[in-house]
């Protein structure tokens, strides 16, 4: 990897040229350093050269440029580097100090000001994925470190914009298990509109509730290894508030957000989640926002369940996690 220390010049595809001021970060893709263009400061995200070879995600890139961005909350790609000892990067608008990184509200390093807040920064993301699905881009690689939220008005940037590609084509990137699809996390499909709405539905149920969808009781191990991840993300994901099973509910002093927020929100919020992080198959499965509106939803009884009615909870359960006991039979059945 080329060594930019400051003042270093680096040449853009559009015969400008950004100076190196001083490096900010650094993460699995690439480094980010504070460069000076124009007189104006920008941020240039520079890749690994495991990252950078090959052209199909140069070339994307610069597909992404010439395109434009879908919606003023992604941080675009702006320019292009030329190559250097066979790396590149691009050059993006730096985020403002106002905006505090998502994952950072859920370790509780900082606040929302006011439920409002929260409400708003979830309409703005809804907004811009809509906006960039309708242009016919798919994201590609949603997590917790792509959203930049302002705590006290919920605007919101998203970034790592670099993972957007056409609908259809693949850049080979799939994300963290806990945010893919189950079809992703198994390797039987490539992300794409529908994978990123799933993935989008647990970044927004992250938000409003500030846990996990499908961890619950059932997820509960001394450590998560790859091994758990494929089984509770991949092939036996079960969402927690599964109307016919019930065995990943929250547990009371270790999922103490969702049992606090989960009756905060409107039935139509709630049921919005349960179809969209049902148990199925495939992501093309899940129905759209138009689909689920005004549709009503199965609810649990209140009243004490009868024998048949357990025994196809059970079987829900088996089914699920074939670990699970078989539903008994009735004598003479």
């Keep these: 990897m080329p060594n930019f220390c400051p003042g270093y010049a680096i040449a853009l595809e559009n015969n400008r040229t950004a100076y190196i001021k001083s490096k900010l970060g650094e993460g699995g893709q690439g480094t980010v350093y504070l460069v000076e263009l124009d007189g104006k400061d920008y941020a240039l995200k520079w890749y690994h050269r495991k990252i950078s070879n090959g052209d199909k995600f140069y070339r994307n890139l610069a597909g992404n440029i010439d395109t434009g961005s879908p919606s003023p909350l992604f941080v675009w790609p702006k320019y292009l580097s030329r190559t250097v000892e066979g790396e590149y990067g691009y050059v993006m608008d730096l985020v403002p100090e106002r905006y505090k990184c ?22 703005n993301i809804t907004n811009a994925f809509r906006e960039l699905h309708r242009k016919g881009f798919s994201y590609q690689d949603l997590n917790d470190g792509n959203f930049f939220i302002d705590p006290q008005t919920g605007d919101v940037l998203i970034c790592d914009t670099d993972n957007v590609a056409p609908y259809g084509d693949s850049l080979g990137i799939a994300g963290k298990a806990r945010y893919m699809a189950p079809e992703v996390v198994r390797n039987i499909k490539a992300p794409d509109v529908m994978t990123d709405r799933f993935s989008l539905s647990v970044i927004l149920f992250r938000l ?65 989640f349960m179809c969209l992080l049902r148990n199925d198959d495939t992501a093309s499965a899940r129905p759209s926002h138009e689909k689920i509106q005004g549709r009503p939803f199965p609810r649990k009884k209140a009243f004490p369940l009868s024998y048949r009615s357990r025994q196809r909870r059970v079987s829900a359960r088996h089914r699920n996690d074939p670990s699970q006991p078989e539903p008994p039979r009735r004598m003479g059945a």
Excluded at 104 to 114: D, N, Q, R, W
Excluded at 226 to 252: A, M, Q, T, W
Excluded at 257 to 268: G, K
């Design 208 to 272: 409003l509730f500030l846990d996990h969808p499908l961890e619950g009781r059932r997820t509960l191990c001394p450590c998560m290894t790859e091994e758990h991840e494929h089984k509770f993300y991949g092939k036996y994901p079960l969402f927690i508030y599964d109307p016919v099973d019930d065995s990943n509910i929250p547990v009371r002093g270790v999922h103490c957000n969702v049992i606090r927020l989960w009756e905060l929100y409107p039935q139509f919020v709630r049921d919005m």
């Design 102 to 123: 998502f994952s950072e509200f859920l370790l509780t390093k900082e606040k929302f000001a006011s439920i409002t807040v929260v409400v708003t920064a979830a309409l």
